[in-house]
């Protein structure tokens, strides 16, 4: 009797503490959100008041009404820019990284070790450095300052191809067999008895492409040039630049780069747990 209260005992208190940091953890994490949000509402004067307040004395929605009526600021086209990019991307990707990796993982070819690993390369070197390369080429290719310049250097993707290979390997080889058997050609195997298989890492891939897309910030930055073609992240770039005195705007602007992505992912959330608890990723 003493021993189950001990452990009883023990795992309450076990509880608490496990409680207390994810407590804590997740204060630190919403904390930047809570604070850009709450700074939003604040008026000109009191975002740079010192000592600095977190909630507004008076919440105003001015400076969202500004940038709404700001003509200088057409939000529809920003909006529609990074729609489009992040549409894009999410459909090429998933159809490159789906096929590529149904090759590597049911096809013998020679290289085949060898481009598998340069492809996976790819993962270990950061962007930073096949930036001004990337660049140049987009400039032989006439890219530059269109919004496929966005799009087509993300159209193969290394780490959705090593996703889409592990899951197909798991495929039983019988189920492509019996396809083949049945006159059915490679690419209808792919079609019809592949992708069914591959709902939750396509789902998953897509989710996260949609949101990196999304909040990319760098490579917009250095390939768009006009304002018309600017994605939603740069609208934070322009008031930065344009109004540095009133910082409530650019924290107005940065709660309007936030919303859609929140939404994305309130409404996929339970997707993106479920299918990341189910991909291997652990």
């Known amino acids: 009797m003493v021993t189950q209260s001990r452990t009883n005992y023990s795992y309450l ?38 000592p600095p307040t977190l909630f507004p004395k008076v919440p105003t929605w001015q400076n969202y009404t500004t940038i709404f009526n700001d003509p200088k600021v057409p939000l529809g086209l920003f909006f529609f820019n990074s729609s489009f990019v992040a549409i894009a991307r999410v459909g090429v990707t998933l159809f490159t990284s789906s096929l590529a990796g149904y090759i590597f993982a049911r096809y013998e070819f020679g290289g085949k070790g060898l481009m598998f690993a340069v492809i996976m390369a790819q993962i270990m070197i950061p962007f930073q450095m096949i930036m001004i390369p990337l660049y140049l080429i987009l400039v032989k290719l006439q890219l530059i300052d ?7 250097p993300a159209m193969i993707d290394a780490f959705g191809i090593f996703l889409m290979r592990q899951f197909i390997e798991g495929i039983p080889r019988e189920l492509i067999d019996a396809g083949r058997m049945d006159g059915a050609s490679e690419f209808q195997i792919y079609r019809s008895l592949i992708l069914p298989q ?31 073609r600017r994605t939603l992240p740069l609208l934070l770039t322009w008031y930065s630049s344009n109004h540095g005195s009133q910082p409530s705007l650019t924290m107005a602007a940065s709660v309007i780069v936030l919303i859609p ?12 747990v479920a299918n990341a608890a189910t991909s291997g990723f652990k």
């Open 146 to 152: 269109t919004l496929w310049g966005l799009i087509i």
């Open 13 to 50: 208190i076990g509880a608490v503490l496990r409680y207390v940091v994810l407590g804590i953890g997740l204060s630190v994490t919403l904390l930047p959100f809570v604070y850009v949000i709450l700074s939003s509402l604040k008026t000109p004067s009191e975002i740079i008041q010192i």
């Open 198 to 228: 591959l709902s939750a890492p396509l789902a998953t891939l897509g989710i996260f492409t949609f949101m990196a897309t999304w909040n990319d910030y760098l490579w917009p930055l250095i390939v768009i040039t006009t304002h018309e």
């Open 261 to 272: 992505i929140v939404l994305i992912y309130i409404l996929f959330q339970r997707q993106i």
